[in-house]
């Protein structure tokens, strides 16, 4: 998606430890218009999969998700990080690794808006080594939901996580694919 | 808002301590459709108030923030709970105490995206206690941004947030005003 290239062009920086600071757009700070177009990109590549839910984790998933799910009409889910005082039982539980906090936590679901009768999108800001991708899929896993596919908004494809989902056969979209990057330059994969 | 009260009383669970459980639409799986209609509803309130910066905190505040940024055509930001990563220094802080957690719990924002420049709409999901909405305040003042006001998805009335507000001189908008609740039945306050 070529404006989403060229915002992270122009307002990424690039820190040690692979990481990319995208706080002026998607992180921390949001442009709602960028978000809007990129909701309306998934919707446009998984319109024909019969959706019936958007699942993404707290916090910087929502924005894009919730964009795909207006675009689908279909409900959006945010797993959390954290367990919140109306979330309690009855929920799906997983634990996600970090590398880049270097921590476990735990990421759930509730059983109530997730179950067996669910054709699921994954949508997430970054893949990096897949971690918080897995996680989300085990909560489908566990909710006996089948998964369309998955939607990232930022691939790091320098890491391992588009390999590890290619091993388990699901589609993969991302919208920004980086083969490699610096603070001089970032290279995308073209399309 | 009618449609935001009838959804409130056909999906809204009442739980003990005054909690309202709108897991189904808002808290944890979200309704994108009526995501939008709130957003349009806080561009509305105050489209003449010259918004340069909606800001919220993570992480059901985000989705209502976000169609309200999109029609007010300004950026949203989104203050951490937690510290992300890239979020390390260069902060306002501010500490928020929660009383149906019975925590306490860092707030923190990014220099780079408040400033005393802005004028800032202040939107999140629920109005209890007015500690979330207070914390937020506090990090304007910190910018030394100027507050044009608070939108407010659910206010609980009884509660008091709304007292502790208008104590303050800051206008306030709630969509859906609770006046009284019980596992049986929720009244709201006429407009």
């Known amino acids: 998606m070529k404006n989403l290239e060229n ?22 700070q949001i442009d709602p218009v960028l978000m809007q177009d990129i909701g309306k990109e998934f919707a446009r590549l998984f319109r024909d999969e019969d959706i019936t839910k958007v699942l993404t984790v707290e916090s910087s998933g929502i ?7 207006l675009y689908l009409e279909v409900p959006v889910v945010f797993a959390r990080k954290n367990k919140s005082v109306t ?27 997730l179950s067996n009768q669910d054709k699921v999108l994954i949508i997430d800001d970054f893949l990096a080594n897949g971690q ?28 391992k996580g588009r390999i590890l989902l290619e091993g ?6 991302s919208l920004a694919r980086i083969e490699k990057m610096d603070p001089d330059s970032i290279t995308f994969i073209n399309h």
């Not at 388990?168 to 979209?173: A, F, P, Q, V």
């Open 63 to 69: 924005a894009p998700a919730v964009f795909t799910g």
């Open 7 to 28: 915002r992270i062009v122009e307002d990424g920086i690039v820190l040690e430890n692979n990481i990319l600071d995208v706080d002026s757009f998607l992180n921390h």
């Open 132 to 159: 918080a991708v897995s996680g989300l899929l085990a909560l489908c896993r566990q909710a006996g939901a089948s998964v369309a596919g998955v939607g990232i908004v930022i691939e790091k494809s320098f890491q």
């Open 87 to 113: 979330l309690r039982d009855n929920v799906y539980v997983t634990d996600v690794y970090s590398y880049t906090k270097e921590t476990t936590t735990e990421m759930s679901a509730s059983k109530l808006f």
């Open 168 to 173: 388990s056969g699901i589609r993969l979209e």
